[in-house]
């Protein structure tokens, strides 16, 4: 009826190695994304958009489902509370270092609430970039461009008051703030 | 028996009613006594907290650039558009009840409008004003 302790070790073994061929399949898949330099292909259609990126699978969600409640309270004061997954980590880590001068803006924090923050995107941050092409705006990635040009996004629609900017990413992504960027939530306003 | 019941019944019912009221910190007034006392000897005036709250100071932006001239209206991030909840009290009872978030707010919002901390008289100054803005 009860595992004797004989057995015991035994199934920790298994386990243990279960584990294991677990973690470096996660690997494997970790090191395919750090592989994908995607900003600079990206720039032009059609090339570079395989794999994971082309087919919108980023190895991660593009935000976790517990999020911290510090980054979502301070993040979502002046705009949207942008997702981890939308920029690189070091991209993460350039935005916070430089909050004092926030794309214009002063919007620095105590460093307590600093470090909780960047700790949270920087562990949910995408991994589809690697350091050298880590923009300071998702607008500037070549993801985000080859998403949004002309053949996708007509021209008109950028003009529209109700969009404004690209940074207002809840104009069409109606489910924006919840990390959901998916074809079916877009929806243009006219 | 039936005294003891009611007694913890009278202050259960009291215990619920202060629950149900948000709990801030702090009121208004006693943010704009702490700022007081930064600004020793110096006495505020809320007519110019409205001149300063309505006016431009070097940049580009002003006060109400985000707040609208009305401070118990809601208004716009000039940039981003975001709503911004009314800054009067008498409009939106969450306002300056939190030294913390009015000393982070103060810091930011001034360097933008400013390119400078504000001093207590002038942080004194528009809190006088917004007190006297009605809902």
Request: charged letters at 25%; aromatic letters at 8%.
């Amino acid at each position: 009826m009860f595992m004797t302790h004989k057995k015991f070790p035994q199934v920790v073994a298994v386990a243990l190695l279960a584990m294991g061929v677990a973690v470096s399949a996660a690997q494997a898949e970790d090191d395919d994304d750090e592989g994908y330099r995607g900003a600079g292909h990206a720039e032009k259609r059609g090339e570079g958009n395989s794999g994971k990126y082309g087919g919108e699978d980023r190895g991660k969600p593009v935000q976790p489902a517990q999020v911290n409640a510090t980054w979502k309270q301070e993040c979502s004061n002046c705009h949207i509370a942008y997702s981890p997954g939308l920029l690189p980590a070091e991209s993460w880590r350039k935005v916070m270092a430089g909050l004092d001068k926030h794309f214009g803006s002063d919007a620095s924090l105590t460093d307590q609430e600093n470090r909780e923050i960047t700790t949270f995107l920087v562990d949910n941050a995408s991994n589809r970039w690697s350091a050298p092409a880590a923009p300071l705006k998702i607008t500037e990635s070549g993801w985000f461009k080859s998403k949004h040009d002309s053949h996708e996004i007509s021209p008109a629609v950028w003009k529209n008051p109700k969009v404004k900017s690209a940074a207002n990413c809840q104009a069409c992504h109606t489910k924006a703030e919840s990390g959901d960027y998916s074809e079916r939530n877009i929806k243009i306003p006219r | 028996m039936f005294r003891i019941s009611s007694v913890i019944g009278l202050v259960s019912v009291v215990a619920m009613g202060l629950a149900a009221q948000p709990a801030f910190a702090q009121t208004p007034n006693e943010i704009l006594a702490a700022i007081q006392k930064d600004a020793a000897g110096q006495s505020f005036s809320a007519a110019r907290g409205e001149q300063f709250f309505k006016a431009k100071h070097g940049k580009e932006w002003s006060c109400v650039s985000c707040h609208t001239d009305n401070p118990a209206a809601p208004g716009k991030h000039a940039k981003s558009d975001k709503d911004i909840k009314p800054l009067a009290p008498s409009a939106n009872t969450e306002r300056f009840t939190d030294m913390a978030k009015v000393e982070k707010w103060f810091k930011r919002n001034c360097n933008d409008v400013l390119g400078r901390v504000c001093t207590p008289l002038e942080k004194g100054d528009v809190l006088s004003y917004l007190l006297t803005v009605k809902k």
